[in-house]
């Protein structure tokens, strides 16, 4: 069974920075696209980043561009979500995601509070 696993959460003030990190359980990780959602108190999960198989193709959701920076390493299976110039409204619970195959995977989550 694969597994998703999230660190790095936390609270930091508003124009602070956290890195999150996801290692999954998976020695075919390399073949896993991999990417970041995160959710809100009372709003749906949203798209945050996405990074391809190699990490040579990233997309961003506009509100956390030029901020936010998704990468991987594929030895170490693990993909990272480097938050910078954190906001207020960037609070939430944010979930780690692969997929491969057609099947999609989540972690449990890790929370996010950004104090303004």
């Known amino acids: 069974q694969v597994q998703l696993v999230e660190s790095g959460g936390g609270l930091v003030q508003a124009g602070g920075s956290l890195r999150l990190s996801c290692v999954v359980s998976?020695?075919?990780?390399?073949?896993?696209?991999m990417g970041w959602f995160r959710q809100a108190p009372g709003k749906e999960r949203e798209f945050v980043a996405l990074?391809?198989?190699?990490?040579?193709?990233?997309v961003y959701a506009d509100s956390v561009k030029g901020r936010f920076t998704i990468s991987r390493d594929n030895a170490e299976k693990t993909v990272s979500l480097q938050m910078n110039s954190l906001k207020p409204e960037d609070t939430a619970v944010y979930y780690c995601?692969?997929?491969?195959?057609?099947?999609?995977?989540w972690g449990q989550g890790t929370q996010v509070t950004v104090s303004s």
């Open positions: 990074i391809s198989t190699s990490g040579g193709i990233t």
């Open positions: 995601y692969g997929r491969e195959s057609g099947v999609d995977y």
């Open positions: 998976e020695r075919t990780f390399r073949n896993y696209r």
